[in-house]
């Protein structure tokens, strides 16, 4: 059935299930009996295999979404959303490349839905591809390593390597070139693999999470110029190259990120608590991002020396196989790998920029913190020198106190009109009494005037104090958030 192709190539966000825990599946023996002999069975786990085909005919969530490519000579032929039985169909009624004699290309687009909690492609940990269409694609050569690597919950550092295979026919000559490797365009989309065979007729992709947008390009490149099909590495170097542009966007992104950091003003107070934590994350993600270009760089390396490898080989007099030499791809290869070089340098100044950002903001805070200490200090000094000055005021003034107090009292009391001094001995005024009258509750004023100053002098200096902890709380706290 061909029908157009819709504008969202994935799938609505599904169900997201953790990784399944538990084993089932036939037994290996019989899996073995099945799927046939392999040429490299000490690279297949096919315990891995049995298990994750048993546990695919348990998945209850959305399928994968497969499109296949036909492409004969000049006819091109696209099949969206192929069911499972019409797959069956599609692959016996395909003519047999032996039986023709113009060039034959079938690509399998493999899309797995996507992920409702993190919005990205559902790999790895996949059991998306129904069992029934990943036994058809095994038995078209769908390479058992990469359905291993899907089943894995481990991909995203267990990263599989690159693979490249020749298989030998009859008196020694080229019977197949095979070559997988596992790629990735962004954060968003997820992990993709791809894997292609080429024989002397027919060229069989098996593409798993296709970049999107390069198959928008491959669908209008194709309706141009149909022969492009037959372009040995086409399909790898336009996924390369989308590949690259994503991870050139991701940088970019993050470039905008520092930037803003760079022109901030460094001496507001709250940029400098909030920011430091906002680097760390970007610096982290520098990193990641530094890592991608490299994995990228590595796939693209890869592509080069397998495309020289495969023109070296069926370009030998023994085996002859026709080659499209209207292009040379390695020079495209040369190009994306410098692009992508390029990515992975800027990413690495980029990094080191941000951490330049985050010890500048280091010595900016530890400048701060020092100038509130000499602040601190100078306030302390400053309070000390004033309480040293009182207490030398109040030693002073207690001593000649307690030096003229009691001949002053005495001499007071005894010079008043009150009490006088004669001939025949000391004389008692009758009014005596006026004296601790006026005396007492004078002596109670002057009490409750002191009284009020000393409170007044205490409050102040308990406030002075008070504003000398919060600053050093302050100051605790923004050292705390920068640590975060």
Avoid at 26 to 32: E, F, M, N
Avoid at 40 to 62: C, F, M
Avoid at 346 to 364: A, D, K, M, P, Q
Avoid at 456 to 481: T, Y
């Amino acid at each position: 059935m061909i029908s157009p192709r819709s504008s969202k190539r994935f799938h609505p966000k599904p169900y997201w299930r953790e990784w399944p825990t538990g084993s089932g599946g036939t037994d290996d023996a019989q899996l073995l009996s099945v799927l046939g002999s392999s040429i490299h069975p000490e690279l297949e786990d096919l315990s891995v295999l049995s298990w994750g085909l048993g546990e695919s005919e348990k998945e209850k969530g959305p399928h994968a979404r497969l499109d296949v490519l036909t492409c004969i000579g000049t006819d091109v032929d696209w099949q969206y959303e192929v069911p499972d039985d019409e797959l069956e169909t599609l692959v016996a009624t395909t003519s047999p490349p032996d039986s023709i004699k113009e060039r034959k290309l079938q690509v399998f687009f493999i899309t797995t839905p996507w992920s409702e909690e993190t919005d990205q492609s559902w790999l790895p940990g996949n059991f998306s591809i129904s069992p029934f269409v990943l036994r058809i694609l095994l038995h078209q050569g769908l390479s058992r390593a990469i359905l291993a690597e899907i089943f894995s919950a481990e991909g995203w550092f267990a990263k599989m390597g690159p693979r490249c295979f020749t298989h030998p026919g009859e008196s020694a000559c080229l019977s197949s070139f095979e070559v997988s490797y596992r790629s990735r365009g962004g954060w968003v989309t997820g992990v993709g693999f791809t894997q292609f065979i080429r024989t002397r007729h027919q060229t069989t992709y098996f593409c798993i999470n296709y970049p999107p947008h390069a198959l928008t390009r491959l669908e209008t490149l194709l309706e141009h110029d149909p022969s492009l099909a037959h372009r040995d590495f086409f399909l790898d170097a336009l996924a390369a190259d989308q590949n690259s542009k994503q991870w050139q966007y991701l940088i970019a992104q993050h470039r905008k990120e520092l930037m803003f950091h760079e022109n901030m003003y460094e001496d507001d107070k709250s940029y400098l608590v909030l920011a430091p934590k906002q680097l760390h994350q970007l610096s982290r993600n520098w990193n990641v991002l530094y890592q991608d270009c490299l994995d990228q760089l590595a796939v693209l390396e890869f592509l080069h020396r397998t495309y020289e490898k495969f023109r070296k080989t069926v370009e030998d007099p023994k085996n002859s196989w026709d080659v499209d030499k209207r292009s040379e791809m390695s020079e495209s290869f040369e190009a994306l790998t410098a692009q992508c070089d390029n990515l992975s340098r800027w990413t690495s100044v980029y990094r080191e920029r941000t951490l330049i950002r985050i010890n500048l903001l280091f010595h900016l805070t530890n400048q701060r913190e020092s100038r509130t200490n000499t602040q601190i200090a100078a306030s302390t000094a400053k309070v000390a020198e004033q309480t040293q000055r009182d207490s030398a005021s109040m030693i002073t003034m207690a001593s000649l106190t307690m030096l003229f107090l009691p001949g002053t009292f005495i001499s007071a009391v005894l010079s008043t009109t009150f009490f006088n001094f004669d001939e025949d001995g000391l004389h008692v005024s009758p009014k005596w009494w006026i004296l601790p009258a006026s005396t007492i509750p004078l002596t109670v004023v002057i009490f409750c005037l002191w009284n009020t100053w000393r409170r007044g002098r205490v409050k102040q200096l308990e406030e002075q104090a008070k504003m000398l902890q919060e600053e050093r709380a302050r100051m605790q706290n923004g050292k705390e958030k920068q640590l975060s």
